[in-house]
Structures are given as structure tokens and as C-alpha cells.
Nanobody, 123 residues
Framework: VQLQASGGGLVQAGGSLRLSCAASGRTFSSYTMGWFRQTPGKEREFVAGINWRTGSTHYPDSVEGRFTISRDNAKNTVHLQMNNLKPEDTAVYYC?????????????????WGQGTQVTVSS
């Protein structure tokens, strides 16, 4: 399975972006998808996760109410809608897949990663 992330870019504070992550290759019915972000010198940070089978989602407080993760089963694609973006949201965003059925915030539990897409929010 390969993951291809897209949709990053430059946006002003308060604006919105929608990231997409398309999966190709063999897929399974029981797994979770997550979005993480990383800035230079910092650890990878969990920002959203979704159980592919049930659609249940999980967010950290830092993005709750601003970010929404969703899935398109037919296209094997997961999206991250980011609204009311802040300069501190600036990072490289990665999508990833975990074999767990429960969304986890721990990056080491994800075994497939996309290539990352840059999101820059100007003040």
C-alpha cells in the first residue's frame, strides 16, 4: 500500500485548506488513518485520526473544532479539512495508516506514511 498526500499550500491566517491522502495497492477493511504534522526540530504531532470501518474520529485539543477528518471509501481517500488556520499550524503534514482499529496518537503505531505536504499559514 502506498499513500499519496496532496493539497498543501500557502494561506492567510483564518483561511482554509483541504488535504487529501489517496491509498493505492492492497487495502484492508480494518485499520485507522491518521494525519500528523511536523516542524523542524520537533517531534511529529498527531492532528486527526479516523477508524476506516466505523468512521469514528479523534482530534487533539489544539485542532478540535477547526479540523475535520473524513473518508471516501469508494476512492480509498482520506481528507483533512482545515478551517480557521493559524500561523502555528504551519508544518509539513503527513498521512499515515495504522493496523489498529482504535485511533492512536502515537506515530510509532503507524506503519505506512505518505510523503508529506507543506502547509504554510501567514499572519
Amino acid at each position: 500500500v502506498q499513500l499519496q498526500a496532496s493539497g498543501g499550500g500557502l494561506v492567510q491566517a483564518g483561511g482554509s485548506l483541504r488535504l487529501s491522502c489517496a491509498a493505492s495497492g492492497r487495502t484492508f477493511s480494518s485499520y485507522t488513518m491518521g494525519w500528523f504534522r511536523q516542524t523542524p526540530g520537533k517531534e511529529r504531532e498527531f492532528v486527526a485520526g479516523i477508524n476506516w470501518r466505523t468512521g469514528s474520529t479523534h482530534y487533539p485539543d489544539s485542532v478540535e473544532g477547526r479540523f475535520t477528518i473524513s473518508r471516501d471509501n469508494a476512492k480509498n481517500t482520506v481528507h483533512l479539512q482545515m478551517n480557521n488556520l493559524k500561523p502555528e499550524d504551519t508544518a509539513v503534514y503527513y498521512c499515515a495508516r495504522s493496523r489498529l482499529e482504535v485511533v492512536t496518537t502515537r506515530p510509532e503505531r503507524y506503519y505506512i506514511w505518505g510523503q508529506g505536504t507543506q502547509v504554510t499559514v501567514s499572519s
